[in-house]
């Protein structure tokens, strides 16, 4: 079974940055892989998905010049710097993982899922 495991996450002052990690156990040829968050009592929501096969990247305008997604082919590692953090982007960030593509923002596109890591915005 594939895990994921995403680490990084912590607390920062408005306008700091933070750099996620996530680490796959699969074989990395998935369709996409990608950033969710959620925020306390709202839905998952996609942030940024990154395709393994050719390093195409997605990511939800509201992110857009903020936040950027890279990976790692050999470590099997994807990663978010996320830049000029904002109140609102306080949230656990999920890394997932699809393997049947579709829609890369929506949550039921992706197979698998990590734990999560805290991300907090002090204003």
């Known amino acids: 079974q594939v895990q994921l495991v995403e680490s990084g996450g912590g607390s920062v002052q408005t306008g700091g940055s933070l750099k996620l990690s996530c680490v796959t156990s699969g074989s990395y040829a998935s369709y996409y892989m990608a950033w969710f968050r959620q925020a306390a009592g709202k839905e998952r929501e996609g942030v940024a998905a990154?395709?393994?096969?050719?390093?195409?990247?997605f990511y939800a305008e509201y992110v857009k010049g903020r936040f950027t997604m890279f990976h790692d082919n050999a470590k099997k590692t994807v990663y978010l710097e996320m830049n000029s953090l904002k109140p609102e982007d306080r949230a656990v960030y999920y890394c997932a993982e699809s393997w049947d593509g579709g829609q890369w923002w929506v949550s039921k596109s992706y197979q698998y899922w990590g734990q999560g890591t805290q991300v907090t915005v002090s204003s």
């Open positions: 990154l395709v393994p096969a050719n390093s195409r990247t």
